[in-house]
T-cell receptor
Framework: EAQVTQNPRYLITVTGKKLTVTCSQN?????MSWYRQDPGLGLRQIYY???????DKGDVPEGYKVSRKEKRNFPLILESPSPNQTSLYFC???????????FGPGTRLTVT | TQLLEQSPQFLSIQEGENLTVYCNSS?????LQWYRQEPGEGPVLLVT?????EVKKLKRLTFQFGDARKDSSLHITAAQPGDTGLYLC??????????FGKGTRLSVIA
């Protein structure tokens, strides 16, 4: 089954404790991206990757890091999480930047 | 920065009613996508429109791309509770990443 998986689905952590949210897709897509979704602000892109070893900032990259060492995986790293990063996070993949976006199920992160 | 404005922000209607939601911009897009997001899940693509004036139908849903490719609408006929969700439009222009609107949250009451 074609899918994007994210782990964990839910995470409660404390300020400053490094965390990684994993994202994996099995569709051989070149393009992957991370979004955060907040009430009243909609979906905002954090980072995207056009292919392996190629990443670029989206609209709200501050406080986040990503890596794309393999085509299928695109982890999101929060080196020192802060409460303003409490949000619902989605990973997405597509054949190209403008193609149909396949979204993962989301990760709800709470930083206290 | 390209912006997509969606209206209304919230919509609550009775089962069987018709409705239209809008997605507007001052920018021209080469294509526009509509997604539906249900609670606890990621958005799922409904349709992509690419030609100015294009109309696409998906059962009771009708999507239209404006002639100037700056706006789009989604019309639902005889809404059902299963149509409840967040409807998002997303526009593509040149080599820039997709731009998402903030969405219209639809609630259809039985």
């Amino acid at each position: 089954e074609a899918q994007v998986t994210q782990n964990p689905r839910y995470l409660i952590t404390v300020t400053g404790k490094k965390l990684t949210v994993t994202c994996s897709q099995n569709m051989n897509h070149e393009y992957m991206s991370w979004y955060r979704q907040d009430p009243g602000l909609g979906l905002r892109q954090i980072y995207y990757s056009m292919n392996v070893e190629v990443t670029d900032k989206g609209d709200v990259p501050e406080g986040y890091k990503v890596s794309r060492k393999e085509k299928r995986n695109f982890p999101l790293i929060l080196e020192s999480p802060s409460p303003n990063q409490t949000s619902l996070y989605f990973c997405a993949s597509s054949l190209g930047a403008g193609g149909e976006q396949y979204f993962g199920p989301g990760t709800r992160l709470t930083v206290t | 920065t390209q912006l997509l404005e969606q209206s209304p922000q919230f919509l609550s209607i009775q089962e069987g009613e018709n409705l239209t939601v809008y997605c507007n911009s001052s920018s021209v897009f080469s294509s526009l996508q509509w997604y539906r997001q249900e609670p606890g899940e990621g958005p799922v693509l409904l349709v992509t429109v690419v030609t100015g004036g294009e109309v696409k139908k998906l059962k009771r849903l009708t999507f239209q791309f404006g002639d100037a490719r700056k706006d789009s609408s989604l019309h639902i006929t005889a809404a059902q509770p299963g149509d409840t969700g967040l409807y998002l439009c997303a526009g593509l222009s040149g080599n820039t990443p997709l731009v998402f609107g903030k969405g219209t949250r639809l609630s259809v009451i039985a």
